[in-house]
Structures are given as C-alpha cells and as structure tokens.
C-alpha cells in the first residue's frame, strides 16, 4: 500500500503541477503573441518607411542627374559662345 500511495501522491502532483504551468504557459504564451504582434507591427512599418526612402532617394538622384545634364549643355553653350566671341574679336581685330 505504501508504494500505492507514494505513486499516487507523485501522479497527483505531476498533474497539478502540469495544470498550473499549462495555465501559466496559457498567459505566457499570450503576451509573448502579443510582443511578436508588436514587432511584426513594427517591422511593417519600418520596411514601410524603407520603401518610401528609397523612392524619395530615387527621385532624387534622377532630379540630380537632370540638374547634371543641363549643367553639361550649359557648359558646352558656354564654350561655344566664348570660341565664337574669340572668332570674332579676332577677326575684328584682322581688318
């Protein structure tokens, strides 16, 4: 009978102590889905924000390289205007 009860005793409280943590496991298990939903929410929005810095970057490098090409055409008008105010001083200056 000794043994009976001592197996009893144990089985019992397995199961209670199972009960218990399952219980806490329950609420445990809530508010770690409630952090994962939290970060997930945070990841959303973070790839979000990402999304809408690269599009801004992007706009802003074709704005640079726009500003760059007409920079270069205004360069090169530059240079041939001076290369014909040069022809003509000179020829001015011939006669």
Do not use: I
């Not at 009976?4 to 329950?26: N, P």
């Not at 945070?42 to 090409?69: C, F, G, I, P, V």
């Amino acid at each position: 009978m000794p043994g009976k009860f001592k197996t009893a005793v144990l089985l019992t409280s397995a199961v209670a102590f199972a009960g218990l943590t399952g219980c806490a496991s329950t609420s445990d298990l809530e508010a770690l889905q409630a952090e994962v939903q939290k970060a997930n929410d945070t990841a959303a929005k973070a790839a979000a924000d990402a999304a809408a810095a690269k599009r801004d970057a992007a706009d802003a490098k074709a704005l640079a390289q726009q500003a760059n090409s007409t920079a270069q055409q205004a360069n090169t008008t530059a240079s041939e205007t001076s290369e014909k105010l040069d022809r003509m001083f000179k020829k001015s200056m011939s006669k």
